[in-house]
């Protein structure tokens, strides 16, 4: 007789697999021949001495039992499994039902738990040497999965060659949950359409990215977030803590015995969690696990998919993990940031001067961008004592490339340097996981200027890879209406119309052969990019706006110049960069000065841009035909689609290094 606490642990798994909605086995022996027959069958809830349970009928169900004997049943459990022989049992063709026996036998105590598969809709299958064999996932742990194959009349179960590795993939519609290579042990049935087989998958690492020489940076936080989830195969929500956290990824530990996470699995529906406050939604992929000779098992997993705003505030998090006085678009007050600007000489009385008359329209667009949320600006801030000491922000002012400006900082320097080297790793990271808005980055400089001359043009030098990052000289023209219109006519033989596919194709090939560089793709100057609308959209969803017109200026329908109308909200660069005419000669001989001044007059006053900045490329034109300039400008871009080599720059540039290339602590 069973005692009371072995009953109530027999009625309890019973009926926790009327709750999974899982099945247990029934063994049977035929009276008079012998051979045993294999049926599952659905236990009904039970609180009493006895057990009833319906036949789940698959293919295969003999037409009568009257024949058969019951000669054990077979319960499954997530550590072990418990044969019991029940001695009293009625069955027909539509239920069984039994006594609790006098006892419980205890089998399959397992290393590892096998966790029941939940999820509805997921599709198994198996794949080697160009056949699929179709099924369903019975139960996993994290070294394996058990797998029950079905519909095999069209390829034979003997097809699969335990000897060959085979290619396990988990899929629910169109979305892959889990593909990896495996080993596989066949259990086949007397049935010839279903048979149950053991997979091992044989990748305990699936890295999601190419190899990056400088890692994300990783901080320990305290108190550590959560990592929630929704488990694909068990469809229930899961909790572990975080060991360490990046941008990127971060690691979860978990026993082996139990463990829920296999590697290469991916996880659609996954949250950050700090302190249930802060919540980051995110799809994730499990890459990796520890040797299962060491327990706790730690779990390495990647971030794959996360929106801009939640992403941004990861890095933010870990950079001030790091350090406390770094910032990432933070709330700032516009009046303490242009104090900040004037203190640094950032903003000097001459450039002051100019946009004097201005000042509450750029008092509110920085009100704007540096107090409400936006998809097209970032700022960088050091701060000591709520002070700020350092400074750099950057804005998205073509499809996928930002410009870095307003780099500033007080004191001996040090405060930009980080700046710079949080913008670094920032752009770095982002772009993995949000490559379709960032592949270029901007920087606008004077020749003069010492330490960007050091860092930009330095790196350009060092790398010698115009398709990493390349310079570019402007003429720089604080005012179109400055310049004189020296004719009245355009000739006969002369056209001004918006640019063309042919257009841009032939500037393209021209500055390829002049210079080479990045600022014909990075400008959106290609006729695959030139009429993209994606940032005009981005500014007027933020309540800005930017637009740019096109203008192709040709002789007997030869392509002399392109000239670029910027119609951008004054405020947002303090040298109205972003509302500059900008002017490419094609032809120098052809455009003389008397050409260019009076097509920039005609464009200029069409478009109400009198007032606005003008930038001449190639800046030899404007010394060759004698046009009067303010300055000139380097143009820096960079391509961080292979950022390894900027950022390998970036740490030696600002010192002490470390092994992992990440500047001391």
């Not at 950079?319 to 303490?336: F, L, R």
């Not at 900040?340 to 000042?359: D, S, V």
Request: glycine share 6%; aromatic share 10%.
């Amino acid at each position: 007789m069973l005692s009371p606490a072995k009953a109530n642990e027999l009625i309890n798994r019973f009926n926790v697999l009327h709750f999974q909605g899982r099945t247990f086995r029934v063994f049977l022996i035929h009276r008079e021949h012998g051979y045993p027959l294999e049926l599952e069958a659905v236990p009904v809830p039970s609180t009493g001495q006895s057990i009833k349970a319906l036949w789940s009928k698959q293919i295969g169900f003999p037409d009568s039992l009257e024949f058969f004997r019951l000669a054990s049943i077979m319960i499954p459990g997530q550590e072990n499994s418990l044969e019991v022989s029940p001695e009293k049992y009625v069955m027909d063709q539509d239920m069984i039902q039994f006594t609790l026996p006098p006892e419980i036998h205890t089998i399959m105590a397992r290393s590892r738990v096998r966790h029941l598969s939940a999820a509805q809709g997921l599709q198994a299958t198996l794949i080697q040497h160009s056949a699929r064999f179709p099924g369903e996932l019975l139960d996993f742990s994290s070294q394996s999965m058990r797998i029950r194959l079905s519909n095999l009349e069209q390829h034979n179960v003997y097809w699969i060659n335990p000897e060959h590795p085979v290619t396990v993939l988990l899929s629910r519609g169109e979305r892959t949950i889990y593909s990896g290579r495996a080993t596989v042990t066949l259990r086949a049935s007397g049935d010839v359409s279903q048979s149950v087989c053991v997979v091992t998958p044989t990748e305990a690492s699936t890295p999601r990215f190419r190899p990056k020489k400088f890692r994300a940076r990783r901080e320990v936080f305290r108190p550590a977030p959560d990592f929630v989830f929704t488990h694909p195969l068990l469809d229930r929500t899961c909790a572990l803590k975080i060991e360490s956290l990046s941008s990127l990824g971060f690691s979860v530990s978990e026993d082996l015995f139990d463990g829920v996470l296999v590697p290469g699995m991916i996880i659609e529906d996954a949250a950050l969690s700090f302190a249930n406050s802060l919540r980051l939604p995110c799809r994730v992929q499990v890459v990796n696990r520890t040797s299962p000779e060491i327990e706790p098992s730690m779990v390495g997993i990647a971030i794959i998919g996360i929106e801009q705003k939640d992403h941004l505030k990861l890095i933010s998090m870990v950079q001030q993990a790091n350090d406390p006085n770094a910032y990432i678009s933070n709330e700032v007050d516009p009046d303490a940031l242009f104090e900040f600007f004037f203190q640094t000489g950032f903003l000097y009385p001459h450039k002051y001067i100019e946009i004097a008359a201005n000042r509450e329209t750029f008092r509110q667009s920085y009100q704007r961008l540096y107090r409400e949320d936006s998809n097209i600006a970032r700022h960088f801030v050091y701060q000591s004592k709520g002070k700020i000491v350092g400074h750099m922000s950057k804005l998205r002012v073509y499809d996928r490339t930002w410009l870095s400006h307003h780099h500033a900082a007080l004191g001996n320097g040090r405060a930009g340097i980080k700046v710079l080297r949080n913008l670094s790793e920032y752009i770095s990271e982002a772009y993995f996981l949000n490559p379709d808005s960032l592949r270029y980055i901007l920087g606008v400089y004077r020749p003069d200027n010492k330490f960007p001359e050091r860092f930009f043009s330095g790196f350009v030098r060092s790398v010698a890879d115009k398709s990493l990052a390349s310079v570019d000289t402007f003429a720089y023209i604080s005012q179109a209406g400055s310049i004189p219109h020296e004719k009245e006519d355009l000739p006969g033989n002369w056209r001004i119309a918006r640019a063309r596919n042919q257009d841009l194709a032939d500037f393209r090939g021209y500055y390829e052969q002049y210079s080479g560089g990045l600022l014909a793709k990075a400008f959106d100057l290609t006729p695959a990019s030139y009429q993209n609308t994606n940032v005009s959209e981005a500014f007027k969803a933020c309540g800005f706006k930017r637009e740019r017109s096109l203008y192709a200026v040709r002789h007997n329908r030869s392509l002399k110049a392109l000239i670029e109308i910027q119609d951008t909200d004054s405020g947002l660069n303090l040298s109205e960069l972003t509302n500059a005419t900008m002017v490419y000669v094609l032809d120098s001989m052809m455009f003389d000065r008397r050409m260019f001044s009076f097509i920039l007059g005609l464009l200029t006053t069409k478009h109400q841009k009198q007032k606005h900045p003008v930038m001449v490329y190639p800046a030899t034109y404007a010394s060759e035909h004698e046009v009067p300039i303010d300055k000139q400008y380097n143009v820096w871009a960079l391509n961080i689609e292979d950022s390894n080599a900027y950022l390998e720059w970036m740490y030696r540039f600002c010192r002490g290094g470390d092994s992992k290339g990440h500047p001391s602590r």
